[in-house]
């Protein structure tokens, strides 16, 4: 949990790093991939996951500029990853200029349940972290190596002496 606003800051920085790198391994014909034939394409995923800062940030009372015409998935992956950067410094200052550490031990309703600021920021992230996981997937189904997240694809444990990566 997040005491203050720069332990927050932190977790911020390093998802959001690991998210860019997912987001510039797209290229724009892997936009259209999709897991099933009615489902979201990875363009629209990532862009979700993009456009959806500002927005779940406003929900929770911060003044941020949300995404004009956020329903239109754009074709270019450089642009959503562009975008993703701008929205996540963006969402930095936000919080840093309108909220304080005793902000974070305040509590709203936050999907019919009560919850700290703490607890919605943390749960930014997990929605980032989730669709993240959902884009990997759609990269490699696309025949993209995604970007090793948590650990190497595997593609890359060889560089750690493993010839045979566990399954």
């Known amino acids: ?3 203050t606003i720069a332990d927050f800051i932190r977790e911020w920085n390093r998802e959001a790093t690991l998210t860019e790198k997912v987001l510039d391994g797209l290229t724009d014909e892997s936009l259209q991939q999709k897991v ?6 990875l363009g629209r995923i990532a862009w979700h996951l993009t456009t959806n800062i500002p927005e779940y940030l406003a929900h929770f009372g911060l003044k941020v500029d949300e995404v004009k015409h956020k329903e ?7 642009e959503i990853a562009d975008t993703f950067k701008d929205l996540s410094s ?3 200052k936000a919080i840093e200029e309108q909220w304080t550490d005793e902000s974070l031990r305040e509590v709203q309703t936050a999907f019919g349940r009560e919850e700290s600021n703490a607890q919605i920021l943390m749960g930014l992230i997990k929605h980032i972290v989730h669709h993240r996981g959902q884009a990997t997937i ?3 189904q696309a025949g993209i190596k995604p970007f090793g997240v948590y650990g190497p694809p595997k593609e890359d444990w060889i560089h ?8």
Do not use: D, F, H, W
């Open 1 to 3: 949990m997040y005491i």
């Open 72 to 78: 239109e998935v754009p074709t270019s992956a450089k």
């Open 90 to 92: 963006a969402a930095t």
């Open 138 to 140: 759609l990269m490699r």
């Open 36 to 41: 099933y034939q009615e489902g979201r394409t």
């Open 160 to 167: 750690l002496g493993v010839e045979n990566p566990p399954l």
